[in-house]
């Protein structure tokens, strides 16, 4: 006969593997998580400092940096602006006055720069190049004696400075402009002291010898 301890054990082990079977299966159900209001507050506000950081950076360049790639930024504000506009209402009061003064920053920096590509396709009249290179309209048929020294010293510093993005058409420009200082220099530079002649003819001298390295520079280039 079976002992009464090994009967009760295999009763109990019996009793476990029906209830067992009876248990119902665990079912797992997928959720979809949608992403909650504070990590879009977040995402925005993180394309708020990119979109400033990139305008701070096309304001700060020069119209002749930005010139060629004109398209590209305009295309590239639409795309960010578009961006935040989308989820705007997530961001702060601070944060939509900020983005409200960047979109300002940006609409007047582009404005300026249509206004100054509209007129860099417009010719430079003889009085504008002129006033240009001297820093000031000025009429020189009846600029006095003493005047005429400041006058070459502005024409030779814009020279200098500028000459390096000169287009040939610059240079034929400040060429006149120089001949018409002469024409006045010449009625006049009896009243001059001579150190102030002979500063001027230096001053001559100097702008024909940038011309004429200008000039070897072309050649060498061709």
Known sequence: MKSFPLILATGLLSISAAVAQQK?????????????????????????????????????????????????????????????????????????????????????????????????RQPETAQQSQDRMLGEKVVLGRARATELPDLYARFIETTRTQRRNWTATDWSNASAVLSRLNARYDQVREQL???????????????????????????MAE
């Open 193 to 219: 002291p001579l150190e102030e002649r002979v500063r001027i003819r230096s001053w001559q001298g100097e702008f024909r010898t940038l011309e004429k390295a200008r000039d070897v520079k072309g050649v």
């Open 24 to 120: 119902p299966a665990t079912t797992t159900t997928t959720t979809t998580t949608r992403p909650s209001a504070s990590s879009t507050a977040t995402a925005v506000e993180r394309d708020l400092r990119i979109f400033a950081d990139w305008v701070s950076d096309k304001v700060s360049r020069t119209a002749d940096d930005i010139a060629r790639e004109t398209p590209k930024v305009a295309e590239e504000f639409d795309r960010q602006s578009k961006r935040i506009d989308k989820a705007v209402d997530s961001l702060t009061v601070e944060g939509k006055r900020e983005y409200s003064i960047q979109k300002k920053r940006y609409g007047a920096w582009s404005a300026r720069q249509d206004s100054l590509d509209r007129a860099a």
